[in-house]
């Protein structure tokens, strides 16, 4: 692919500037993480999505 290509570019780019000092960002996951433990859900959440039947029969219901 040429450089000059949009999806290229991004992945060519060097972010200016540095890095703050401290603690690296969040990511998503961590906060859903953090949503799901204040409500008390994560480690049925967490064991639903081990369990890949349970899994894709919730997922089916969503969907549905």
């Known amino acids: 692919m040429s450089k000059e290509r949009w999806p ?8 200016a500037g540095k890095r703050p000092r ?7 996951i961590d906060g859903v ?7 008390g859900a994560w480690e049925e959440w967490q064991q639903t999505a ?3 039947k349970e899994w894709r029969t919730l997922n089916g219901k969503i969907n549905s």
Do not use: S
Not at 8 to 15: A, G, L, V
Not at 22 to 28: A, E, I, S
């Open 22 to 28: 401290g603690q690296p960002r969040k990511r998503w």
């Open 50 to 52: 081990n369990n890949r």
């Open 33 to 39: 993480k953090e949503d799901l433990q204040l409500l």
């Open 8 to 15: 290229k570019i991004p992945m060519d780019m060097i972010p």
